[in-house]
């Protein structure tokens, strides 16, 4: 079980660069999460997914966009990307209807630089 | 909207007992979380209370109060290695809904 996997792990973009963030779980979960971190400051959420084909907005949700075709794989876009992105994201995933879990599992992390 | 409030910043000594405390304000509550974060790592579960009272698992402790909308975690005989941020996370929304909301974090520092 390679649990949930990110890539990349580090990148560096200039303003104006798009890229996708690639995240894949291997647990069978259900709903998936899209979180920044910043320095001093907790999680904050992106966009989630309740389910293959599903998404929604979270709390900071501007100049990025997702999609989860499969169910294992969520991608977070950044069209055009601005220093205020610079950040730690972290992708998760949670719930299982057998195993009946709740909490999150995440990822290694992206640490990202907006130039 | 949802308000979760931890303390910034601890510290303790090596073989001591400390509490981290977590106060909320939320709608639609249905649990709360707390996760350790190592510096450059990402969070890892520790528990989850849904019902109040205390639930341990070794040497940590989580402890919830509804009514108050107050938890606290408890490490005891703590270790060189319990240095990390300590989050708070409330989950929010229908019964079977995974959204949560997280506090800015303790951090904890241990020393010898």
């Known amino acids: 079980n390679a649990g949930v996997t990110q890539t990349p792990k580090f990148r560096v973009l200039k303003t104006g660069q798009s890229m996708t963030l690639l995240c894949a779980q291997d647990?069978?979960?259900?709903?998936m999460y899209w979180y920044r971190q910043d320095p001093g400051m907790g999680l904050r959420l992106i966009h989630y997914?309740?389910?293959?084909?599903?998404?929604a907005k979270g709390e900071v949700p501007d100049g990025y966009n997702v999609s989860r075709l499969k169910k294992q794989n969520f991608l977070l876009g950044l069209e055009s990307a601005a220093p205020s992105q610079t950040s730690v994201y972290f992708c998760?995933?949670?719930?299982?209807?057998?195993?009946?879990?709740?909490?999150?599992?995440f990822g290694p992390g992206t640490r990202l630089t907006v130039t | 909207g949802q308000n979760i409030d931890q303390p910034t910043e601890m510290t303790a000594t090596e073989g001591a007992i400390v509490q981290i405390n977590c106060t909320y304000q939320?709608?639609?509550?249905?649990?709360l979380f707390w996760y350790q974060q190592h510096a450059g790592e990402a969070p890892t579960f520790l528990s989850y209370?849904?019902?109040?009272g205390l639930e341990e698992k070794g040497r940590f402790s989580s402890f919830l109060s509804r009514s108050k909308g107050y938890s606290y975690l408890l490490l005891k005989e703590l270790q060189m290695k319990d240095s990390a941020s300590y989050l708070c996370?409330?989950?929010?929304?229908?019964?079977?809904?995974?959204?949560?909301?997280f506090g800015d974090g303790t951090t904890l520092t241990v020393k010898p």
């Open positions: 998760a995933s949670s719930y299982s209807e057998f195993a009946g879990e709740y909490e999150q599992y």
């Open positions: 996370a409330v989950r929010v929304g229908d019964t079977n809904a995974g959204k949560s909301t």
């Open positions: 209370n849904v019902l109040d």
């Open positions: 997914s309740v389910g293959e084909g599903t998404t």
């Open positions: 647990m069978n979960h259900e709903y």
């Open positions: 939320t709608s639609g509550f249905n649990g």
